[in-house]
RNA sequence: GGUCCCAUCGUCUAGUGGUCAGGACGCUGGCCUCUCACGCCGGAAACAGGGGUUCAACUCCCCUUGGGACUACCA
């Protein structure tokens, strides 16, 4: 490989399922690692499992690397497609001697593993039809002939040199009895004709990798750099999983995170610059470098992805965020489509939400006619003194000529001075007319939000509610 | 069972032989304040254990322990 050579790298993931956290993280290193060395980074679906793999999977993956913003140059290519180039390749395997037909049964096979297990012994294929010298039948698969000495050294970019001895290696399945090639082989076939410079994996693929530098050898290809990302756990510490919760990047999509908060996030789960926390896509690309990723496994912590999906919701320009927030709103049945009132309910709240759903739900009374009262703080604070203040502040308001965040807090204070209060005692009652709850944005940007009328009309029923119901 | 990988606050991590072991999330005390947030200031919180090597180990080596991955005609 030469120093010039540009440098190439892929995700392939198989369409059995969604795009997962851990796939997005691999996804995203591949991605940045590319970007920032000037080369590629080639999308490849590995379907070759004719059973598991399904058209929606791949538009799901799709889709999530889109709305991530993880671009691909070359593809999506499928290996499936690509099926008579690797039964050239193991045609020319077979007839150089280094790959034979197996007939052995899968159950039988199955049942070996298993008594080997229970004896204590390593399952490994026994090489019964290693010296057999069969020709193609009907349902013979073909292996791959081991070296069954020597040791093969993986140099990975991140975990070192890792030795094996190729007698713990056994002679694995490179085309099933189907005609399909299996993972292991359709992946050096792919990766080395596709020209593929960095393997960046899951760290679960570390023992795949000693077989795999043997099928390039064989196959007479250059063996390519890998590189093997630690784990993404769950807080259990074992592999994240469903049971973790969610587990999809476009779940994240619908509860309201951004991508940017995501791939922040998805980031640092493993690799770091210093003491830095918050980067922008191009500082990543900037930055990004496999000597700067650890070794270890990491833990999925939702709670530092809410905090970083509040940085970024705080970051986020108006007018995207209104337009990130509609599906949200569209959901809860509220009508959005007066534009300016959706903007400024967006600003009023972007500083109180850790996700566009929080966001939602903290908006509703801005979109409501009629607003519910919270039982505690209607009984709290919609009181029969408070009805007296409340209608005069009716009367203040409606004739407020500086109908302004600056004007409304005048108002406030001054009123509130008149009679002898803080403000935080007319405050409360106010905000529990206008919003039906004890927590909400300050309450005059509340009322600048919602208009002068609207409010005058909110008070007025909340005094009717008084009146209904204290006196 | 075998093979391989990993090991700094609860979590994500900085550290590359000599640091009061730093930052972030979370937790927590205070300030700000019309509530809730935001923001600001402060606090508690870690080098898994044992051997070496060295004048000196979080840092290098070995062992133990603990965790994880793989062990398919899945990828």
């Known amino acids: 490989m030469s120093e010039k050579q540009k440098i190439r790298t892929r995700f392939a993931p198989s369409p059995t399922g969604y795009l997962h956290i851990g796939g997005a993280r691999t996804a995203l290193f591949n991605w940045l690692f590319a970007r920032h060395k000037g080369g590629r980074f080639i999308l490849r679906i590995e379907d070759t499992d004719q059973l598991r793999s399904t058209e929606e999977s791949t538009r799901a993956i799709l889709d ?6 993880l671009n691909w140059d070359e593809g999506p290519f499928f290996q499936s497609q690509r099926v008579d180039i690797h039964r050239r390749m193991v045609k020319k395997l077979l007839e150089e001697g280094k790959a ?10 199955e049942d070996k593993r298993k008594r080997a297990l229970a004896e204590g012994r390593k399952p490994k294929y026994d090489g019964t039809c290693r010296e057999r010298k069969l020709t193609k039948t009907a349902h013979a698969a073909v292996r791959f002939q081991c070296p069954d000495t020597g040791t093969t050294i993986v140099h990975d970019l991140i975990k070192g040199a890792i030795s094996f001895n190729n007698d713990e290696l056994d002679d694995l399945i490179i085309e099933r009895a189907d005609g399909f090639p299996t993972y292991n082989f359709a992946v050096v076939v792919d990766d080395a004709l596709m020209e593929i410079t960095h393997v960046i994996r899951g760290d679960d693929h570390v023992n795949n990798t000693p077989r795999q530098t043997l099928l390039y050898q064989a196959l007479g290809y250059p063996v390519p750099r890998f590189a093997h990302v630690p784990m993404i756990l769950g807080a259990d510490k074992t592999r994240l999983s469903k049971r973790h919760g969610a587990t999809s990047v476009m779940a994240y ?32 690309i900037e930055y990004f470098c496999l000597e700067a990723v650890g070794k270890s496994a990491a833990v999925f912590n939702q709670e ?32 959005p489509s007066d534009r300016k009132l959706a903007r400024n309910v967006a600003i009023d709240l972007k500083e109180r939400a850790r996700t566009l759903q929080e966001l939602a739900d903290a908006s509703v009374f801005y979109f409501q006619d009629e607003i519910a009262y919270a039982p505690e703080a209607a009984e709290k604070f919609l009181t029969a003194e408070a009805a007296g203040h409340l209608r005069a502040i009716a009367d203040g308001i409606s004739a407020l000529t500086d109908y302004s965040k600056e004007g409304i807090e005048v108002f406030l204070r001054s009123f509130a001075g008149q009679r002898g209060m803080k403000l935080k005692f007319i405050a409360q009652p106010l905000r529990v007319a206008l919003t039906g709850r004890t927590a909400s944005p300050g309450i005059d940007d509340i009322m600048v939000t919602m208009g002068k009328d609207r409010v005058i009309r909110r008070i007025a029923k909340a005094v009717e509610h008084i009146t209904r119901h204290r006196a």
């Not at 999530?64 to 913003?69: I, K, P, R, Y």
Request: net charge negative.
């Open 64 to 69: 999530a690397m889109t709305w991530l913003g």
């Open 100 to 109: 034979y037909y197996c007939t052995c049964a899968p159950e039988e096979l």
């Open 253 to 284: 999509k619908e509860m309201g995170y951004l991508p940017e908060a995501l791939v922040n996030y998805l980031v640092r789960l493993g690799w770091s610059h210093g003491d830095q926390e918050i980067f922008s896509l191009k500082e990543l």
């Open 304 to 335: 530092k992805l809410l905090w970083l999906n509040q940085h970024y919701i705080k970051q986020c320009p108006e007018d995207r965020l209104v337009e990130e927030m509609m599906p949200f709103w569209k959901n809860l049945g509220l009508d």
